[in-house]
């Protein structure tokens, strides 16, 4: 079936450092790649999100790119502070339907002050 | 503007126990709807979702169910817990905007099977 693997499953990063979080999708018919952020207790939370007619998006201190070809997506963060700290996930939607989308495994960010 | 209220947020059952979640949208109409469960620090797994009033589609094989009696309103069922039904139980919606189904999750609710 189609899949989403993301890497790595956890970070740890100096505060004011960079932290990238990269994956892959299967399904070619993808077109839409959310992030979501989950702090700990709470609900997974969108944080920024690029369509496959676009290779970088960006906002303040986060940027998204895509490589629709390798079919590779990455979330970056800059100037990390300690509420950056949390679970991180990928999803990938194809243009099909939204129950279609696909969510990686998640990654944990630890941002050591 | 859309909203999702899940609840309870907190739940603690004994095993052997029924199960009732609720969700309800509003502020949009004939979203998908879906439940997701999280084990304690692990990712998101896909239960159920829907694409209508009575129109269930399940993922994985257990003994829980789902219901969706009325379009903004989504119902996560078991008629017996078991200890492996631990966990954090998300609802979700989707509607398609220009082209794409973006998710927005409920608040969640936390289920302990004692």
């Known amino acids: 079936g189609e899949n989403v693997e993301q890497h790595p499953s956890t970070l740890s990063v100096q505060e004011g450092d960079s932290a990238v979080i990269k994956c892959t999708y299967s399904d070619s018919a993808s077109n839409y790649f959310p992030w979501y952020k989950q702090e700990l207790g709470k609900r997974p939370q969108l944080i920024i999100d690029?369509?496959?007619?676009?290779g970088e998006k960006k906002d303040q201190r986060i940027a998204v790119t895509l490589n629709k070809t390798a079919k590779h997506f990455s979330l970056h963060i800059t100037e990390t502070q300690p509420e950056d700290s949390a679970v991180y996930f990928c999803?990938?939607?194809?243009?099909?339907?939204?129950?279609?989308?696909?969510f990686g495994a998640g990654t944990r960010l630890f941002v050591k002050a | 503007s859309q909203t999702i209220h899940q609840w309870p947020a907190t739940l603690v059952q004994p095993v052997g126990s029924p199960l009732s979640l609720e969700c309800t949208v509003e502020?949009?109409?004939?979203?998908?709807l879906y439940w997701y469960r999280q084990a304690a620090g692990r990712g998101l797994q896909l239960l159920f979702y829907?694409?209508?009033?009575?129109?269930i589609s399940s993922e994985v094989p257990q003994n829980l169910s789902a219901s969706r009696p009325q379009d903004r309103q989504f119902i996560l069922s078991s008629k017996k817990l078991l200890l492996s039904d631990s966990g954090f139980y998300l609802c979700a919606w989707s509607v398609q905007r220009d082209g794409v189904y973006g998710y927005t999750f409920g608040s969640g609710t936390r289920l302990t099977v004692v």
């Open positions: 502020g949009t109409s004939n979203p998908n």
């Open positions: 999803a990938a939607t194809p243009n099909t339907g939204g129950f279609k989308t696909i």
């Open positions: 829907s694409v209508g009033i009575g129109q």
């Open positions: 690029i369509r496959s007619n676009v």
